[in-house]
């Protein structure tokens, strides 16, 4: 083991050192961190895009489950935790990804180091972007499959390895559509054809895509239509669609499969009532109301216009999610301090999330945020970033 002291003050010498911040009131975009006066910052960090944490249709809906159900579901959902709204949610998902059913998880970390295993074993291969997920790297070490990682969103890279390497066993292809930390997309149509070709499954984690994307908000998947080519189509409650939880569609058999074989599903406690409602409200919402998403669009896009105006020259991306590069881990820690001193609240990403010397500042673009708010935050940034 480790030597705590030394690795801690280590950690703390190169910046890399992590610390909890309570927030202490939060609202409408809004937050207060203990212990900093009252002094209100805009946040930037929070993955809530759509604003539907605090939407009320999502707040009714949890809070009746709450009064018919209590608090929590008080057992898995193999033993009595097997509530209705758990089937609803799962129905509206899987009609949302184009599929035949659906599967929730207690988040998109255990469904993603829950799915891999149940379906890979060591004489199988997994061929997994370089920057995706911990959780999916998490998932594919536990499932003991050889992991051959490609480089990130090269597709080319991704055909010479399975050229090279795919074997004989089970091969699955698995990415995301809008990547967490830098926000770009994923070529999905490009994939399909390839995962066809090599006879792998494909699966897609649209943590990031959901409410989002696609006319309906079912993602990059219903964006590019290729449901039918996406095995396991994977996403999560907690982002854009503002509960908890996480879930995967695909066909009748590999849900009964997983349901008897994912033990992240099996040996953990059902998601509680008034959480799976919240989801289930938010999924609803999102069908209902493609201005949300709309909305979000033009946010993002005048952001990102603001700052390519004041001479930000480098890529902005496609998405919600707008990495600005820093570099080193302590260059980001001080540009995110000298933001909050500007009332701009934006975290600093920094190894291990994301490779050695890529620390960067992440902006999250979501549907709280006025043009006022993203004028002034592009205004601080380009004067942190020296433009
Ligand atoms: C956030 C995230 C997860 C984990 O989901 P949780 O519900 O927060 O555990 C998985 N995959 C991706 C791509 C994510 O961004």
Redesign the pocket.
């Given at each position: 083991m480790v030597d705590l002291k030394t690795w801690l003050s280590q950690q703390q010498e190169k910046g890399g050192l992590r610390s909890l911040r309570p927030v202490s009131s939060r609202a409408k975009g809004r937050l207060t961190l203990a212990g900093d006066g009252n002094r209100e910052l805009i946040d930037f960090s929070s993955?809530d895009y759509l604003a539907l944490a605090e939407h009320p249709a999502l707040i009714a809906a949890a809070q009746q489950a709450l009064l018919r159900f209590g608090t929590g579901s008080g057992a898995s959902r193999l033993m009595s935790g097997d509530l209705a709204v758990h089937h609803e949610l799962e129905e509206a998902m899987a009609t949302l990804k184009g599929k035949e059913a659906a599967l929730t998880f207690g988040?998109?970390?255990?469904?993603?180091t829950g799915i891999i295993p149940a379906l890979m074993n060591r004489h199988d291969c997994v061929f997994s972007d370089r920057l995706?997920?911990a959780?999916?790297h998490d998932g594919c070490r536990l499932s003991g499959a050889r992991v051959i990682r490609f480089r990130h969103n090269d597709l080319n890279h991704l055909e010479e390895l399975l050229m090279e390497k795919r074997g004989t066993g089970t091969a699955l292809i698995v990415v995301?559509s809008i990547y967490?930390m830098d926000g770009d997309r994923c070529p999905l149509r490009e994939l399909v054809a390839i995962k066809e070709r090599f006879g792998c499954l494909l699966m897609v984690?649209e943590?990031?895509a959901t409410g989002v994307f696609g006319a309906k908000g079912g993602g990059i998947i219903e964006e590019d239509g290729v449901s039918s080519g996406v095995d396991l189509a994977m996403g999560?409650?907690?982002?854009a669609l503002g509960s908890?939880?996480?879930y995967v569609a695909g066909n009748r058999e590999m849900i009964d499969y997983l349901l008897n074989r994912a033990r992240s599903f099996v040996f953990s406690t059902a998601l509680p009532p008034a959480v799976a409602a919240a989801s289930l409200a938010a999924v609803q919402l999102i069908q209902q109301e493609p201005e949300l998403r709309h909305d979000l669009q033009a946010k993002m896009a005048y952001f990102k216009g603001m700052l390519r105006a004041g001479g930000y020259l480098a890529d902005l991306g496609p998405s919600q999610i707008i990495p600005i590069q820093v570099g080193e881990s302590k260059a980001a820690l001080a540009k995110a301090e000298l933001l909050r001193k500007e009332r701009i609240f934006a975290t600093a990403v920094r190894p291990p999330t994301v490779p050695e010397g890529t620390a960067r500042l992440r902006f999250s673009i979501t549907r709280h945020h006025s043009t006022a708010d993203l004028a002034q935050a592009a205004k601080a940034l380009l004067e942190v970033m020296e433009l």
């Open positions: 993955n988040s998109g970390y255990m469904a993603n995706n997920h959780s999916i995301e967490s984690d943590a990031h999560t409650f907690g982002k908890y939880g996480a």
